[in-house]
């Protein structure tokens, strides 16, 4: 089921609500203690009022009383006060206002007065001849306060909730409006169209901010799909002079006099097909890096010297010296067979490019932190613009291929190398040298 | 010897079979994992090769139910390229040695000797003794007609592992994961030069050569006739 209040429009629409409530919780707050404090205003001004012509009373007596109530009457109805005086029998002396005196003394908060049609607030006291004066003052004022206070927040929550449901239904829409340009776009890349990107306006808002993350996502995806695309291309390339020549064989075996030595030959051509093959498919599964499911902790130090130590009688016989300074105990979290794969592509390739008197140097040490592997030689080394490439797949040092290997033994290397979480560079300057940084550990590093 | 070959890809089979056969074995073949499995149960070869990728019950599932059932014929499993992962799993699942498709025969044929020939008798169980040699695994001493050679570590490990496999062909690739423990194919002559030194060593002042090298398979130690 669809979670309504999980939609944008939804949390919008309970923000709008939310916001409505609160301004009728308010607007009951206000009205409650401005209607408290007029009631407080009106009992302070009937006191005070009370107060004066009881004072009144007991200079001059009842009459006086009666005198002044007559007098204020006339004087001023702007007061808004109302007076009743009568005697002790309940007839009355004094006033205009048109009510009930009521039996006991003190406050009466809703007075009936005008034949019964309004409210006043009263207080009614005894004077000390047994007459009772009533001072009363017309609640119009409180009940208008109150009506306006209802009034503003009745209008102010419907248009605050108005409000909201139109700005949950915007948001939502505008929302809609772009994801939807995302989905289109997405659904178009699903559907074979690499080329799209996500709509970009330039308003610096979240969904540019987004759309520009996934268009560098695409760029990277359609780069490294370029990569791939140039990587097969080089295969089917690379692949096809040896089976064009197999083919060749082959046929010139059909009539050959002697088609041993051609199908010996056609032989030679399909196993190294095939290790070119075995080689491309070892690159793909380290880069895959399911491989590092069975890494462990081991020396790199020892490993490094008994490949160095399984190469030196080559070395040795092809007239090339190798020297080798391999500091103690660096120890590397990774598989053993790659790793000696490694060691052993980059003497290979030193072997295999550099003339006879060239001396190859070997050196693994702590830097920076890593175990950083040199295998530095003084040999001719390579053009600057072939240092780039030198570790992408089917990029000899020299073009002619005349010294064998297939070109990716390097490319080997650095897939290993980035399965141990490192790193691989080349210089040419005097000579060839290919550096190899990885992470080291000790015993004591927990797996990651 | 009587070998169970189960192996889907019939050209691969037919490989295998008929060059098992003209080597003078017996050759049961199966192209499921099933009908491999019920041959399996059913008798005790003398070796198995396995593919690790059948349809149905793979390899390494036959391999597992036919080791629970109590079955130890040696196990030799063929795998496709670019697999560490399968390799490891192979070996942990109880097969006895692994290849990598493809392969030469040779290659094959060598390794399923190895598997079903246990290795010679020993005089005592840290000295190999072949003809006029005798290597002493314990002081890592060797001798020749009772004359002290003196070898490289890895000449040793290398005489050493051809000395434990008399008389049978131990290829080139066998030969760098026993005594290099690597599992890929320098392109450089590794085994070639050491075992080049090797033979300088061991024949100096003799006549004949106790290594012999069997061309497009890989060496052998000779043992008297």
């Known amino acids: ?448 | 010897m009587q070998v169970l070959l189960v192996e889907d890809d019939s050209e691969t089979r037919d490989f295998i079979a008929r060059g098992l056969r003209e080597a003078g074995h017996q050759v049961t073949v199966c192209s499921t994992g099933q009908a491999g499995l019920i041959e399996a149960t059913g008798r005790d070869f003398d070796a198995i090769v396995l593919d690790r990728m059948l349809p149905g019950i793979d390899g390494l599932a036959l391999l597992r139910m036919l080791r629970a059932g109590g079955r130890h014929a040696p196990v030799l499993m063929l795998t496709a390229l670019g697999s560490i992962a399968d390799r490891v799993e192979g070996l942990e699942s109880g097969a006895d040695d692994y290849l990598v498709k493809p392969f030469a025969f040779s290659e094959l044929a060598a390794r399923l000797q190895a598997l079903t020939r246990r290795p010679a008798v020993r005089v005592e169980t840290h000295r190999l003794v072949v003809g006029d040699l005798v290597v002493d695994e314990l002081r890592r001493s060797v001798e020749r007609a009772g004359q002290r050679i003196v070898l490289q570590p890895r000449e040793f490990s290398l005489l050493a592992e051809l000395m434990r496999n008399p008389g049978r062909i131990m290829t080139r690739t066998m030969l760098l994961e026993r005594v290099w423990d690597f599992d890929f194919d320098p392109k450089t002559n590794i085994v070639e030069t050491h075992l080049s030194r090797l033979r300088a060593k061991l024949n100096d002042g003799f006549e004949d050569d106790p290594i012999e090298t069997v061309r497009g398979a890989g060496y052998r130690m000779r043992i008297a006739d």
């Open chain 1, 1 to 448: 089921m669809r979670r309504i209040w999980q939609s944008t429009t939804g949390v919008v629409a309970v923000i709008g609500i939310l916001l409505a409530l609160a301004t009728l919780a308010i607007g009951a707050t206000v009205h409650e203690l401005a209607h408290e404090a007029l009631e407080e205003q009106l009992d302070h001004r009937i006191g005070a009022e009370t107060r004066s012509l009881l004072a009144e009373a007991i200079r001059g007596g009842t009459p006086a009383v009666a005198e002044l109530i007559a007098r204020r009457e006339a004087a001023a109805a702007a007061s808004g006060l109302a007076y009743l005086l009568v005697d002790a029998s309940g007839q009355p002396l004094a006033g205009s206002l048109d009510a009930a005196m009521p039996a006991q003394p003190g406050y009466v908060e809703h007075l009936r007065h005008d034949r019964g049609q309004r409210e006043a607030q009263a207080l009614t006291s005894r004077l000390p001849d047994g007459s009772r004066l009533l001072v009363a003052a017309d609640r119009a004022a409180i009940d208008d306060t109150d009506r306006a206070i209802r009034q503003v927040t009745a209008y102010a929550f419907g248009s605050l909730l108005l409000l909201g449901i139109a700005a949950a239904w915007a948001v939502g829409a505008i929302t809609r409006a772009r994801l939807h340009g995302i989905d289109r776009t997405a659904l178009a890349i699903i559907g074979g169209d690499l080329s799209q990107r996500m709509p970009v306006d330039g308003s610096g808002s979240e969904f540019d901010r987004v759309s520009i993350t996934l268009n560098r996502m695409l760029d990277r995806i359609a780069s490294l799909l370029d990569n791939l695309r140039e990587v097969s291309g080089n295969v089917a390339h690379d692949l096809r002079t040896p089976l064009t020549r197999l083919t060749n064989r082959l046929e010139v075996a059909r009539t050959a006099s002697e088609p041993g030595l051609h199908i010996d030959a056609a032989l030679a051509q399909s196993r190294e097909l095939l290790d070119t093959f075995a080689a491309l498919l070892r690159i793909s599964e380290v880069e895959s890096q399911a491989v590092r499911r069975h890494f462990a902790l081991l020396s790199l130090s020892r490993l490094v010297s008994e490949v160095v130590e399984a190469y030196r009688p080559d070395f040795a016989a092809s007239g090339h010296r190798l020297l080798m300074a391999v500091a103690p105990e660096i120890s590397v979290n990774g598989d053993r067979h790659l790793l000696q794969q490694l060691v052993a592509n980059l003497l290979d390739n030193a072997l295999r490019h550099t003339p006879a008197g060239t001396t190859v140097r070997v050196a693994l040490e702590v830097r920076g932190g890593e175990a950083a592997l040199a295998i530095i030689d003084d040999g001719p080394g390579v053009l600057p613009d072939v240092l780039p490439r030198l570790f992408q797949r089917f990029s000899t040092g020299d073009s002619s291929r005349s010294s064998g290997g297939h070109g990716l033994g390097l490319a080997l290397v650095a897939a290993i190398a980035v399965a141990h979480h490192g790193a691989v560079t080349a210089q040419s300057s005097a000579g060839l040298s290919v550096s190899v940084s990885m992470p080291i550990r000790s015993d004591g590093d927990q797996d990651r």
